[in-house]
């Protein structure tokens, strides 16, 4: 059997936003395109027929979460990833470099043999270098794979940045050499530089050299405000490749997408939905809502009333409210699916937007309504960084809990 | 419009077993049959719809967790449980007393105003009288309302068990005439009387003269033996009327209710397939599995490959082995689905095996092999008992909890 090849096809563009088209033998994907984060094998809360209904045309696995539990040897011995967890939708897996800075206990970064750590769970050591990461995701037989990166937190030590990106691009070159020649899979590099251009546009220019099936914007969405990140996007536009697929890591709101769109952005992943999911926040067209609010115990109405999936408009705030309330499991199910399919809608929206010529338009309208939830974090944690600076840096690690405390 | 009446009917006999079909407004309920237990408005971890398509034709409720949270009123507002938690079967409400025994702290039992507790989410004091129960019930708008009855633990003090058969005998008969006259709903009364055989005739005498749609066996499963509880159905099954539904409560395992088929029971509930759901424990037609046991780590067949529903055979023993070890919902959302599919897969054979006139046969073939793996847990118990009398008293106290540890 001859295996469809790895593609990427710009479809429509209106001004710097653009759809298009990933193919894949195990499905194509339209872009931009949002993928579900399913970080141990599962997307939390949620059955994997339940995501493809939502739209979703690939999920993201972590490399990191996988080889600690189950370990890859136990996916390897039914065939990868897809039959471990019964998933027909194309796979990305990242490299594990993020999780190694954000959860690990980090020993060491060597430059030849890797990250030297200690898992989360039970405190063991492990190394991982870009030669192993690119082997465990081969086990995987993950359809995107991504190269090793040191991915820094947000940083004004230009010095720092700059070593930190070159050791990605090395790490970049072994992941490449190990991966070798597969053209039904996709290999990815990541662009690192922190919040400095001319280092982004030297490791773009890099990794360009070495060239890669598609690009992905590292070291964003740590700890910089949305503003930070955006001209980070808009001046480096300009020099990724026009025909590879971009993919900005882990963000974002549906408000920083709308932004990254604009500027260029064809993918996206996330854990907001299925993590605000289960701790009671829903994105909706008007905004988002807090469920455990008091005020939805009277309100009858379900989340989104146009919705025709699942059956998700036969469940109203106040059922949901008292689901929450009693900390039963169909609230995270419910929430969870609620929020996936939210996320997809929001894409359509915008690739039919781009398709139509009138994307800008649709950000504008849109881009203040679903940003102004969460503006006031931005906006909080601002003066709270001027107020009292060693609160804020505290703040600055958790910036997903922010969104979670400050519901207005 | 006019709304079909309660009505019960029985279609086919062998020996004392029997298939009946229970007629409601809300649709029709085949017997044998087994209500999965939605305490809180929700049956735990799974949807609604998937209930629906387990073959569930009615579900039960709590109202003694309802009147808690979210409290009868929010429910009433959208005009009742149906309405609130999108459910379109049957619903039956149990009327509060075992819970009050068993999980609130009770102050006092009044004859005549009724039981005196607090709850056990904030210590909140509430009185439950017959009458109220009633209300409460009418309110969540339950198909099949269940009399108020003290329900006291496995007891000999032959006294204390007939003092509150006797007061479960005048709540019922007030339960009765709060409840009126209802065409369109079934009213249950419920046997008490202990392990003592006079005690239980009475009980249903005397509730046969108050006259109920259907008649409930309180107080078994609370701690007697299988053979115990199997002893006191074949005493009274000659009492019970032949042209009434027989309900045995929170009951139980499938040995339990293939026991108690045999022995002319109608309808059934339990907690056991979804609490052992969200604990690893799967039934299966080849006995019981802790999936959390490390050697289904190298088992990729699923828990029944002969299983077409939701998907489910394409999920296998080791990936749900990873997903309970790492503490995902998705374990509790498979497995919990998975057994009430299997109870619904059980009592499909049971019926159609009584049809057949093969019930004995079916019975005695799979009483022994889905007996044994509760059979030992029923041993060790009794050993224990033999050995540490107080010890055994306490597990007494926690009979599920015995299930969920002993994995042998």
Redesign the interface.
Known sequence: MSLKKFSFNVIDKDKYSRTGLIETHRGDIQTPAFMPVGT???V????I?DIIKTGSEIILSNTYHLML??GVD?II??GGLHQ???CKLPILTDSGGFQIMSLAKLNKIDREKGAIFKSHVDGKEFILSPEESIRIQKGLNSDIVMVMDECPKKNNDKKLIKESMELSIYWAERSKNSFGNNPHKGLFGIVQGGLFKDLRKESIKKLIEIEFDGYALGGLAVGETQNEMFEVLDDIKKYLPENKPRYLMGVGTPSDILGAVKRGIDMFDCVLPTRSG?TGLAFTWEGRINIKNSKY??D?LPLDKNCTNF?LK???K??L???F??N???A??ILTLHNINFYQELMKSIRSNIKKGTFNKFHDHYINKLWYFLNIDYFLKNTIRTIVGPLAQLLEQFPFNIVYTLNI
């Open positions: 141990q094998g599962t939390k809360a949620v059955f027929d539990r189950p136990r011995q039914v471990f967890m019964n289960r115990q009277k009858n059956n036969n469940y109203s106040n059922y409210n008292h689901l309330n009693t039963e499991i169909l995270s199910m």
